[in-house]
C-alpha cells in the first residue's frame, strides 16, 4: 500500500502513472519506469529496455520473439513482422541477423 506513495517535502503523495506529469524517477509508479523529458514537459516513461503495454512497462522482445508492434522489439534494427499471433521482432530489411543482434 504504501509503495504507491513517494515522499515530497514532507508530505506522502500518489506516485505518478505513464504519462502523467513528473519531476523524478521516485514519483513514477512502474518499477520500469523514469521521468523523461526537459523542463516542465517531463512525464514517466518506460525505461529504454521496456515498452508500454497498456499502462504497465514490459519488457522488450528479443529476435524471433513473439510481438505484436515494431516497439515491442529490443533490437533498433528490428521489426515485428508476420500477421497476428505468428508475429515475431525480425531484423528490417536493410539489415541481417549476427549473433542475435540485426547489423
Request: net charge negative.
Amino acid at each position: 500500500m504504501y509503495d504507491d506513495y513517494f515522499e515530497s517535502e514532507g508530505v506522502c503523495t500518489l506516485k505518478r502513472g505513464l504519462n502523467d506529469a513528473c519531476l523524478a524517477n521516485e514519483q513514477c509508479a512502474d518499477e520500469n519506469a523514469e521521468c523523461k523529458g526537459t523542463g516542465s514537459e517531463r512525464i514517466c516513461s518506460c525505461s529504454d529496455d521496456y515498452f508500454d503495454s497498456e499502462g504497465v512497462c514490459t519488457l522488450k522482445r528479443g529476435l524471433n520473439d513473439a510481438c505484436l508492434a515494431n516497439e515491442q522489439c529490443a533490437d533498433e534494427n528490428a521489426e515485428c513482422k508476420g500477421t497476428g499471433s505468428e508475429s515475431i521482432c525480425s531484423c528490417s530489411d536493410d539489415y541481417f541477423e549476427s549473433e542475435g543482434v540485426c547489423t
